[in-house]
């Protein structure tokens, strides 16, 4: 991944977090470890913990607020969806609205990581949960983690802007999530800032031939994953599925037990996740037309389908930061990726700005808490960082051997793995700057009274690069095992046995 020059070192004592989901929360947790800052605070609008992996319900699958084809990356800050709430009819209180943010989580969900691989290296899943946990265990996991950074967070608060300052600290604007009349702007400033709001808020529909006059004669009928729920909502239709990254892979054997067969699945390239053969689905190339006539679709290969009830777009998302526009460099252009970052993680030109978490194709929990390690131990000044300089070259130098654009933050493993291991050596290297102040004669940086500083990130050994290489495979089994998978509690009961497998490497 690049040397690491001790070039620039910065130490700062107040940070803003945006967003309390997974990684907000690991961020929180390894600056707090540091025990260098006088002020940590999250922001997040929405009233509870877990960002991506608040499920809310959506009753149909039409896009909702979405403009098709969705090509364009910048947008307004979210806006909330306003519901009752049940303390209402429990309590006999007057009814009360809450403020809820759309995610793409859907109703049946279950993770295609086994929990063994994808949670926090500090915190056990629930012994009795399923191997691939449902999206409702996952929750009450992160909830659980959330515990003891809780009073870090400020509930129902939206960041509206983040601007630099001209002796290089971060103005942030922020407002509560009300209904009705405005609440007032609020503004603080920090020596730094954490975004940690993810990045699957913008759905990407690609430009198409026809696609725009086809939505117009048919509402309705082109969506995004971002709004799937169930697959009843597709009984007795036919279906065209478009792109088999895991949602895709997911949702569309999810459609396929209750639309007319069989499903039309098209892709570009194959799937990295294992996907059953079925007589109920038909592969197809990209979509190349579509022709409003007989709600008809043209494939690259030239053959057609005509009669399609509805087209679900599987095809991803943008980054977007609609609080970040005012920098200069731009973080976004295409919205493919974000501009002007180290490692992945330190705009450039300011480094006291930090992104956990923008890869794809990764194990998150883990990789949050691998890059937060760094973020932290980078703003407790106990690490330094390259010349802006030779922060550019490595952008430039990654970007020409792993692609730019949409490839750019793809980390297919083993890259992955490797990072992870790149990332725990590099915060073990605070430790020895520490050593060395301390022989010296100077007290280490960070380094207090109470003892040692800084939290462990994880390391990945054998068994995790064992694991991460085959959870496709492992995710394939678990699922061919219908309703009989919920009893499923490790991978050896899937016939995937780490010790039995290094035996026979003799």
Same mark, same amino acid.
């Given at each position: ?5 001790? !070039? ?21 947790? @390894? ?29 149909? =699958? ?80 992160? &909830?659980?983690?959330?515990?003891? #950074? ?15 300052? &001209? ?8 407002? $509560? ?34 696609? &725009? ?14 709004? @799937? ?12 599925? #478009? ?17 007319? =067969? ?26 190349? !037309? ?21 087209? +679900? ?52 929990? =883990? ?20 010349? $802006?300089? !030779?922060?550019?070259?490595? $952008?430039? !130098? ?70 991460? &290489? ?23 009961? +899937? ?12």
């Amino acid at each position: 991944m690049g040397s690491l020059p001790p !070039e620039r070192r910065f130490k700062v004592s107040s940070v803003c977090i945006i967003g309390a989901g997974p990684s907000g929360l690991v961020a929180a947790k @390894y600056l707090r470890a540091e025990k260098a800052f006088s002020r940590i605070q999250i922001y997040e609008q929405r009233a509870t913990v877990g960002g991506i992996w608040n499920y809310v319900p959506h009753s149909s =699958p039409t896009a909702y607020d979405s403009a098709i084809p969705q090509t364009n990356p910048f947008a307004e800050a979210d806006r909330p969806i306003w519901k009752h709430s049940n303390a209402s009819k429990i309590l006999g209180e007057d009814k009360q609205e809450k403020a809820a943010f759309l995610t793409p989580l859907y109703d049946r969900l279950e993770t295609n990581i086994p929990r063994g691989l994808m949670g926090f290296s500090d915190l056990d899943w629930p012994g009795d949960s399923q191997l691939f946990p449902k999206h409702e265990t996952v929750m009450e996991y992160i &909830e659980q983690y959330a515990e003891d #950074v809780r009073d870090t967070i400020s509930w129902r608060t939206q960041v509206l802007d983040v601007q630099l300052t &001209e002796d290089k600290r971060w103005t942030v604007k922020t407002q $509560e999530v009300s209904h009705g009349k405005p609440a007032e702007v609020r503004e603080e400033t920090y020596d730094a800032v954490i975004v940690a709001n993810g990045h699957f808020n913008i759905p990407y529909i690609p430009e198409v031939k026809g696609l &725009e006059k086809w939505s117009k004669a048919y509402p309705g009928c082109i969506t995004h994953s971002k709004f @799937y729920r169930k697959p009843e909502h597709f009984t007795g239709q036919k279906i065209i599925v #478009v792109g088999n990254s895991a949602s895709g892979v997911d949702i569309g054997a999810q459609i396929q037990t209750t639309c007319k =067969p069989p499903i039309i699945v098209s892709s570009k390239s194959e799937s990295f996740l294992l996907d059953a053969e079925s007589t109920k689905k038909l592969d197809k190339p990209p979509i190349a !037309e579509f022709v409003v006539k007989d709600r008809s679709v043209r494939f690259e290969d030239g053959s057609r389908e005509s009669e399609i009830d509805a087209v +679900l777009y599987c095809t991803g998302y943008f980054y977007s930061f609609p609080f970040l526009q005012s920098l200069e460099p731009p973080l976004i252009t295409t919205g493919e990726k974000v501009e002007h970052l180290y490692q992945h993680i330190f705009y450039q030109p300011h480094p006291t700005l930090a992104f956990p978490v923008l890869n794809q194709k990764v194990i998150p929990f =883990p990789l949050a808490e691998a890059q937060c390690a760094i973020i932290a131990r980078v703003f407790s000044g106990r690490l330094s960082l390259p010349t $802006e300089h !030779e922060m550019r070259q490595w $952008e430039l !130098e990654w970007a020409k051997s792993n692609g730019d654009g949409r490839m750019f933050h793809v980390l297919k493993f083993p890259k992955d793995a490797d990072y992870i291991n790149m990332l725990h050596a590099w915060a073990r290297g605070a430790d020895a700057h520490d050593r060395a102040k301390q022989s010296s004669g100077h007290e280490s940086d960070g380094v207090s009274e109470g003892g040692a500083v800084g939290k462990t990130p994880p390391f990945w050994s054998g068994r995790e690069y064992w694991t991460r &290489e085959r959870f496709p495979a492992m995710k394939k089994a678990f699922q061919d095992l219908g309703e009989r998978r919920h009893n499923v509690r490790s991978l050896a009961e +899937l016939g995937f046995d780490y010790e039995d497998w290094q035996a026979k490497q003799g």
